[in-house]
Antibody, heavy 114, light 112 residues
Framework: EVQLLESGGGLVQPGGSLRLSCAAS????????LSWVRQAPGKGLEWVST????????NYADSVKGRFTISRDNSKNMLYLQMNSLRAEDTALYYC???????WGQGTLVTVSS | DVVMTQSPLSLPVTLGQPASISCRSS???????????LNWFQQRPGQSPRRLIY???NRDSGVPDRFSGSGSGTDFTLKISRVEAEDVGVYYC?????????FGQGTKVEIK
């Protein structure tokens, strides 16, 4: 059974940084792409970033390009999202998703506010 | 970016009756490999999204057969043959053919 557990969310001031983590289990981690998708409070879903199975290929939404970095550690079955220069509009529940969003975690809440 | 437009945005339905959600894309979702990467997701209140349908019409494991997907090119539909109480929630289409991946605005399904 695929399991994804996000962590690392919290309250951060505008301009600050945060690193999200996603612990994965139940599948051959190094064989599949992974993504981050976010959902602002009361709003719809927004794709943020995807990383290839090897980590050699990444894609980002324009809204986060240059500020966020997706990475993975295939030896630890971990996915990460380094978020810098955070803005109020980055406030959202951040989900880790497997492959083409086949499975989702429970999400971790990021609040950017002074 | 590919814009995904869902309609209606709100769908009150009677239990046991059918429901249909439309999703249109601003450009063709046919990928160079011949596949069309159009997915449908269900998000029940307070829960994470769950994928129901992938590549237009393929049901995910455990998804009841009252859910079906159809369409091609730029025009897609999710149908629920007989709505049950557990189907209440928001439904999203998403395209994974073109970067960036994009979602529709969501359709809220509620019971009349």
């Amino acid at each position: 059974e695929v399991q994804l557990l996000e962590s690392g969310g919290g309250l951060v001031q505008p301009g600050g940084s945060l690193r999200l983590s996603c612990a994965a289990s139940g599948f051959t981690f190094s064989s599949y792409a992974l993504s981050w998708v976010r959902q602002a409070p009361g709003k719809g879903l927004e794709w943020v970033s995807t990383i290839s199975s090897s980590g050699g290929g990444t894609n980002y939404a324009d809204s986060v390009k240059g500020r966020f970095t997706i990475s993975r550690d295939n030896s630890k079955n971990m996915l990460y999202l380094q978020m810098n220069s955070l803005r109020a509009e980055d406030t959202a529940l951040y989900y880790c998703a497997y492959r083409y969003c086949d499975y989702w975690g429970q999400g971790t809440l990021v609040t950017v506010s002074s | 970016d590919v814009v995904m437009t869902q309609s209606p945005l709100s769908l009150p339905v009677t239990l046991g009756q059918p429901a249909s959600i439309s999703c249109r894309s601003s450009q063709s979702l046919v990928y160079s490999d011949g596949n069309t990467y159009l997915n449908w997701f269900q998000q029940r209140p307070g829960q994470s999204p769950r994928r129901l349908i992938y590549k237009v019409s393929n049901r995910d494991s455990g998804v009841p057969d009252r859910f079906s997907g159809s369409g091609s090119g730029t025009d897609f539909t999710l149908k629920i043959s007989r709505v049950e109480a557990e189907d209440v929630g928001v439904y999203y289409c998403m395209q994974g053919t073109h970067w960036p991946w994009t979602f529709g605005q969501g359709t809220k399904v509620e019971i009349k």
